[in-house]
């Protein structure tokens, strides 16, 4: 995930609200352990040569629906499929896992990923108001039925 950062910066997709210090934060042994013994939450790793090209993460958000809370991939990398792939394997978990349902938000001027989305089949269900690190930002929420 340090890596990923030093590469892409705050201007990178999916980082919004990001610093330094959250990052690091997010990067440590003890947060990541924690994250992944989460019941609620599925880890998928995107690799190549013992890197991590990207990730992505699942949250259980009630019985019926699962959310894709994050997907990222290193910016160096962005168009090479890394995410279409990474996102098939988030979905085809929630469906194989008797979800109905499968949600995704993103910056609402996020047009890159708001594009991504949609191709994948998700539909755009409104918009909702997030704070993130003391600022609000404003996210286009997507579902789709599985």
Request: with cysteine; net charge negative; glycine share 8%.
């Amino acid at each position: 995930m340090l890596d990923a950062w030093e590469k892409a910066g705050p201007q990178a997709l999916g980082w919004t609200g990001a610093n330094d210090n959250t990052i690091r934060e997010i990067s440590s042994e003890n947060y990541l352990t924690a994250l992944v013994s989460n019941p609620k939450l599925k880890f998928f790793l995107s690799m190549e040569n013992d890197d991590i090209t990207g990730f992505a993460v699942n949250r259980l958000v009630d019985s019926s629906t699962m959310e894709l809370a994050g997907i990222i991939v290193r910016n160096d990398l962005l168009g090479k499929g890394i995410g279409s792939h990474l996102i098939s394997e988030c979905i085809t978990y929630a469906r194989n896992s008797g979800f109905a349902n499968m949600m995704v938000r993103t910056e609402a001027s996020n047009e890159r990923a708001i594009k991504f989305y949609t191709s994948k089949g998700f539909v755009r269900s409104g918009n909702v108001v997030e704070t993130v690190e003391n600022s609000e930002v404003e996210l286009a929420e997507f579902k789709l039925v599985l």
